[in-house]
């Protein structure tokens, strides 16, 4: 058995102050830099996107932010632009041992296609790779934490159960946007895929 820490978009624009803050972001951050210690591989995902991406509200004339549009691959949430490339918002929080970090995988950096999952973007079929990355490891096991836990957290969590590593999620290291239901809809889905909750 071997257990990977995945740390899921832990920026500064997904914490306070920052353009698509979740609430209590940042008080995760000295939990995840504990739990490094206890893993075989750690990978940090980074949400990263280009100025014109499709996901940013601001890109649709128009559209409110947190309203939600059809794209050619289904529906899909407009959000306030956040972690564009290259950006302090983009970068992980300061407090995050990102030295501990075996691999840095980024993602949403196409701008027609957002990525809410590490393992696949939002078509459900273009992969990012990290599935590939982590067999070759021999990693079986996956521990998620990080932000947000009813967006990425929870699409990466369900999507590396399906594709039959053990997943598991601790709850503490995470916390969620809550948009309209999404926390309890994310729970109950994770659960129908397989995925522990801790
Ligand atoms: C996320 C919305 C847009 C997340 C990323 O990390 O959960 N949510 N981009
Ligand atoms: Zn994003």
């Known amino acids: 058995m071997t257990q990977a820490l995945i740390v899921i978009d832990l920026q500064t624009d997904f914490c306070p102050g920052g353009r698509l803050a979740v609430a209590g972001g940042d008080e995760v951050v000295e939990a995840v830099n504990a739990m490094m210690a206890g893993h075989d591989a750690v990978v940090l995902t980074q949400d990263w996107h280009p100025a014109d991406h499709a996901s940013f509200a601001g890109n649709h004339p128009g559209a409110a932010p947190f309203s939600v549009t059809q794209m050619p691959y289904g529906p899909q949430v407009l959000w306030p632009a956040h972690c564009v490339i290259g950006t302090p918002g983009a970068a992980f929080h300061p407090r995050l041992d990102v030295d501990r970090a075996d691999l840095i995988l980024r993602k949403g950096f196409r701008a027609g296609i957002d990525s809410y999952s590490a393992f696949f ?45 053990r997943a598991r999620v601790v709850e503490d290291a995470c916390r969620a946007i809550d948009l309209d239901g999404s926390l309890d809809a994310a729970r109950t889905a994770m659960r129908a895929a397989g995925v522990v909750l801790a």
């Open 121 to 165: 973007e939002n078509d459900r079929t273009t992969a990012t790779g990290l599935a590939g990355y982590l067999r070759d490891r021999g990693v079986t096991d996956l521990t998620f934490v990080g932000l947000a836990l009813d967006f990425c957290v929870a699409w990466s969590a369900m999507d590396a159960a399906r594709l039959g590593f």
